[in-house]
């Protein structure tokens, strides 16, 4: 089997029809990097007092490789990823001795000793380790652990079915989402798995001010005016992203641009029982955009009312 390499124009190039599972379970390559070294993954376990375990007090990563036709293993931007992954770690006041190229080292490693056929996804994790119940972040040991395992489309990239979530998406000011802070993920389950019940593949939330943030499991990307665009920084999970988002090869979006149909006003927010919901619910079989007004309410028509930012790119069908 050839070397695994870093190799972004490779791994674009076979992106698109990812063999393996969904992630619903998962059967782990047979090695881990754990407490410093590799290990057999059956062995790398943790207390169940530790901080991340009871807190969420940890940071983590999502890298892809895609089996090559010559056996190799190309890793997607995985120098890139683990830049992001350290930066990230010290929002938490993580301070952890191996860089960037350690861990990418690490990670060839793994693969090398998975000879399977599929295609990998590769979770790092830089956890707080220490036994503790103490609500803070200083002062408690910091570990890094990288497993992986065979995975393919993790959500079906030919169309979704999705929905606008009465979930809000986590706010920035409360807990970082470009972090990947893995205790802030409890609030894409619940925005998932609301969707699941309703019939829905995956869902949309919005921030705080109602313009649309993100998906569940990944940004959202419309063309306008032949650009692609994005929510900003402080609404996206794991943002700024690294080149990943555009990788050699892949297409800026799979949307197409079209023209909006949003009501000219701001969004104002109702209480329920369950999350804050938008009044002007949007609703979205596969497409985002098409709009639905309150069943008990007119748009409202204000003169001095100003389009969302977003309004202009919240039409076009999401893919993938």
Not at 34 to 54: C, M, R, W
Not at 153 to 180: C, E, F, H, M
Not at 200 to 218: C, K, M, N, R, T
Request: charged letters at 20%; glycine letters at 8%; proline letters at 8%.
């Amino acid at each position: 089997m050839t070397s695994t390499v870093d190799r972004p124009e490779a791994a674009s190039a076979q992106a698109k029809g990812a063999q393996g599972g969904d992630g619903s379970r998962i059967e782990a390559c047979e090695y881990a990097y754990f407490n410093g070294a590799l290990v057999p993954f059956a062995d790398a376990n943790v207390s169940i007092a530790t901080h991340a375990l009871n807190y969420g007090t940890a940071i983590f990563e999502g890298i892809r490789a895609y089996r090559q036709h010559d056996g190799g293993m190309a890793i997607l931007l995985g120098r890139e990823h683990y830049q992001r992954f350290l930066r990230n770690g010290r929002l938490l006041r993580a301070e952890v001795p191996e860089t960037a190229d350690d861990l990418l080292e690490l990670t060839r490693q793994i693969l090398a000793r998975h000879p399977k056929a599929e295609d990998v996804y590769i979770r790092p994790l830089l956890y707080k380790s220490a036994p503790s119940i103490r609500l803070q972040l200083t002062g408690l040991d910091d570990r890094v652990a990288i497993y992986a395992y065979p995975m393919g489309d993790y959500v079906p990239t030919t169309g979704l079915k999705v929905t606008v979530s009465a979930w809000q998406r986590v706010n920035d000011n409360a807990i970082p989402a470009r972090g990947k802070v893995t205790g802030s993920y409890v609030n894409a389950c619940l925005a998932v798995e609301d969707a699941h019940t309703g019939g829905f593949q995956e869902a949309v939330l919005l921030a705080h001010d109602g313009h649309v943030a993100e998906a569940s499991s990944a940004n959202v990307f419309v063309v306008h005016d032949g650009a692609p665009r994005r929510s900003p920084t402080t609404c996206c999970r794991g943002s700024p992203a690294p080149p990943s988002s555009r990788w050699p090869g892949m297409p800026a979006t799979r949307s197409r641009s079209e023209p909006s149909t949003a009501p000219s006003s701001s969004w104002p927010m109702r209480s329920s029982s369950r999350a804050p919901v938008p009044r002007w619910r949007r609703s979205l079989p596969s497409t985002v955009g098409s709009w639905a007004t309150d069943r008990h309410r007119s748009p409202p028509t204000s003169s001095n009312a100003t389009s969302p930012p977003c309004a202009a790119w919240t039409r076009g069908t999401l893919r993938g």
